[in-house]
């Protein structure tokens, strides 16, 4: 399939437009929200969250018997924020830490979801069938009318985000110094890892309960190696996901049987792992260019102060030394020639005859200046 | 009676059985500088917090400037210990010491022009305000403390808590906050501060409460920080205690 036929397809197609809309909203609400999860050290909250979600579908359709999205949702919403609310009493009364508490929620409301969901699929009904499709997600059974649900709710969610700004980055950034000029941390909290929830059930559906946490980390992690800025970050946390669900939509649809949610989470993998080596400040690559750059400098510093010291020791300073020399006098022999001629370049040094090295005046003016640096 | 800063009366902390203050009483006078020192453990952060209500206490009474501390909140400031926050966190150091003017204004509102001045201002009298636009993992120890006391400083207090601000900085900085410290006692204000050199007890304080679980001594410097409370205090580390004595006497 050609790319004009698929962007066409997505403007025209009704499925494909359906699930990339629902794909997009997925992606922007749980990459923003997801941001500050990844902030204050929660990123596997979201992980526990949306395991526990599972419980809460399969009852919600156990008690009404609907198949209804809404009714789901609402299931996996309650079961999520029961799992968090479980998960901070735990902490807080028993001697359990956190990371334990997490754990121990994730395995316990996930079994519970899956025997929960080998029992609906033994009843005599039909109308049971596709339950088991929230574990992996399938974004082909997203209608229209999800796709608006999903929009409301999260255009809610990031409503408050931006009402509560202010107040949500003071609590990330320093919760204590929040509760001493009044704030209700605590209150805070609880909203925040609400709107965590939703972020997480919206999109269930689609990538599934198994998968749903990568879609919150994974963003916000890319997003962290390209700026220094909460609302930078943020923004482009929500743009990752959005990018990933929209073009994981896509490629899922060129092919016979590619699962929507998995290319999504692949699709946000590549933008991590190319964020992780090629962001500037961060990125590997970055970095690994940055230190290269500076033992360059550092070489042709060090090799400068050689010759300099050589200079010294003769009458005269345009009196020539080898190559040979420098490289018994190097900590690291085979950078000295790259060294000289980045010398040369600067005109601190010249070739007097092959091989053959002095300091020019220059040189040897700006060695003695590396020299009273270095004694300071 | 001159005005109290702080009121503090039979205040009890416990955390599950084990008490962390126990019956403490402290009264501190309007425009002092105060340390409470003790040995890990002694419940040091704990008073302070308790005071600034982040604890509830088992038992116990505190008053700021004569009244509960939640109804004179826009008269206190605070500075958490530096190791208390991440300091990656994705802001500039204007940004976190505008904070500081967050409870002042309320909810929904943004911060502008005023506070970004305010939080100038406040840079410059800790002496960085060329770092203004800095990244803040990129800072110093020295320079995260000066941060976080220009956020305290820009929420115009009457009354200042400090957890350990002299905790792991270069001299030149400890320097800048002693004479911060000043400067805010001649201006009238009070300055609770906890610390862990005794040395410079006597140099950089003129009031000082020993604690440990329970309150050992409580006043001015020349009266109480006698090498008996001392001992009272620490337990029988003496070697320790005859140095830190003959800081008391003037010697550095």
């Known amino acids: 399939m050609d790319i004009s036929q698929l962007l066409s397809d997505l403007f025209f197609d009704y499925t494909l437009r359906t699930v990339a809309l629902g794909a997009l909203i997925l992606g922007m609400v749980s990459?923003?929200?997801?941001?500050?999860?990844?902030?204050?050290?929660?990123?596997?909250?979201?992980?526990?969250?949306?395991?526990?979600?599972?419980?809460?579908?399969?009852?919600?359709?156990?008690?009404?018997?609907?198949?209804?999205?809404?009714?789901?949702?609402?299931?996996?919403?309650?079961?999520?924020?029961?799992?968090?609310?479980?998960?901070?009493?735990?902490?807080?009364?028993?001697?359990?830490?956190?990371?334990?508490?997490?754990?121990?929620?994730?395995?316990?409301?996930?079994?519970?979801?899956?025997?929960?969901?080998?029992?609906?699929?033994?009843?005599?009904?039909?109308?049971?069938?596709?339950?088991?499709k929230f574990l992996f997600g399938q974004a082909a059974t997203l209608l229209q009318s999800d796709v608006i649900t999903m929009g409301i709710i999260g255009a809610l969610a990031l409503g408050l985000l931006v009402v509560f700004w202010k107040e949500f980055k003071l609590i990330t950034f320093d919760p204590e110094f929040a509760a001493s000029l009044g704030f209700p941390v605590r209150g805070l909290d609880v909203l925040l890892t609400t709107l965590l929830v939703i972020a997480i059930v919206i999109g269930l559906q689609t990538v599934g309960v198994v998968l749903m946490s990568a879609m919150i980390v994974a963003p916000a992690a890319a997003a962290r190696q390209w700026t220094d800025r909460l609302s930078l970050m943020i923004l482009l946390g929500g743009l990752f996901g959005a990018v990933a669900g929209v073009s994981g939509t896509l490629i899922s649809s060129t092919a016979e049987r590619l699962p929507t949610g998995p290319v999504i989470?692949?699709?946000?993998?590549?933008?991590?792992?190319?964020s992780m080596l090629f962001a500037t400040n961060r990125g590997l690559v970055w970095n690994w260019l940055r230190s290269k750059q500076n033992r360059r400098k550092l070489r042709a510093r060090a090799v400068l102060a050689d010759l300099n010291t050589l200079a010294m020791q003769h009458p005269h300073e345009a009196h020539g030394h080898s190559v040979a020399v420098l490289r018994t006098m190097s900590a690291n022999p085979d950078g000295v020639s790259y060294a000289l001629k980045q010398l040369r370049e600067r005109g601190h040094a010249y070739e007097v005859s092959t091989d053959v090295w002095a300091l020019t005046d220059e040189g040897l003016a700006q060695a003695s200046r590396n020299q009273k640096e270095e004694t300071e | 009676m001159t005005e109290?800063?702080?009121?503090?009366?039979?205040?009890?902390i416990a955390y599950k059985d084990k008490p962390v203050l126990w019956d403490v009483d402290m009264s501190v006078p309007v425009g002092t500088?105060?340390?409470?020192?003790?040995?890990?453990?002694?419940?040091?952060?704990?008073?302070?917090?308790?005071?600034?209500?982040?604890?509830?206490?088992?038992?116990?009474?505190?008053?700021?400037?004569?009244?509960?501390?939640?109804?004179?909140?826009?008269?206190?400031?605070?500075?958490?210990?530096?190791?208390?926050?991440?300091?990656?966190?994705?802001?500039?150091?204007?940004?976190?010491?505008?904070?500081?003017?967050?409870?002042?204004?309320g909810w929904l509102k943004r911060p502008g022009g005023a506070e970004r001045a305010a939080a100038l201002d406040a840079l410059d009298k800790v002496g960085i305000r060329h770092l203004a636009d800095r990244q803040i993992s990129q800072l110093s120890g020295g320079q995260q403390q000066r941060v976080f006391l220009a956020r305290a400083l820009v929420q115009g207090a009457q009354l200042y808590f400090m957890d350990e601000p002299f905790q792991g900085v270069d001299a030149t900085t400890e320097r800048a906050i002693v004479t911060l410290l000043q400067e805010l006692r001649s201006a009238g204000k009070t300055v609770v501060v906890v610390h862990h050199d005794l040395q410079t007890v006597p140099e950089y304080f003129d009031w000082v409460t020993m604690l440990?679980?329970?309150?050992?001594?409580?006043?001015?410097?020349?009266?109480?920080?006698?090498?008996?409370?001392?001992?009272?205090?620490?337990?029988?580390?003496?070697?320790?205690?005859?140095?830190?004595?003959?800081?008391k006497n003037g010697k550095q």
């Open chain 2, 212 to 247: 440990n679980v329970r309150r050992i001594a409580s006043g001015p410097v020349n009266e109480v920080f006698t090498e008996e409370n001392l001992r009272q205090t620490y337990g029988g580390k003496v070697a320790f205690l005859s140095a830190a004595g003959n800081g």
């Open chain 1, 265 to 274: 989470v692949l699709c946000i993998s590549v933008i991590v792992l190319f």
């Open chain 2, 4 to 12: 109290k800063a702080i009121e503090v009366t039979d205040l009890t």
């Open chain 2, 33 to 105: 500088l105060m340390a409470i020192v003790g040995p890990n453990g002694a419940g040091k952060t704990t008073l302070i917090k308790s005071i600034l209500g982040l604890i509830k206490p088992a038992a116990g009474q505190v008053l700021v400037l004569g009244k509960p501390y939640t109804q004179q909140r826009h008269l206190v400031g605070y500075v958490p210990q530096r190791g208390s926050v991440d300091w990656d966190f994705p802001t500039s150091v204007l940004d976190v010491v505008m904070m500081g003017r967050y409870g002042a204004l």
């Open chain 1, 31 to 132: 990459g923003m929200l997801g941001a500050f999860a990844v902030l204050r050290k929660q990123s596997l909250l979201g992980d526990a969250i949306s395991h526990a979600a599972l419980p809460g579908i399969v009852l919600a359709f156990l008690l009404t018997r609907q198949r209804e999205p809404v009714v789901l949702i609402l299931g996996a919403l309650i079961a999520g924020w029961l799992a968090t609310l479980f998960m901070i009493a735990v902490t807080r009364t028993t001697r359990i830490k956190n990371d334990t508490a997490l754990g121990l929620v994730l395995s316990v409301f996930f079994g519970m979801g899956l025997m929960l969901l080998t029992f609906a699929q033994r009843l005599p009904d039909a109308t049971q069938a596709g339950l088991d």
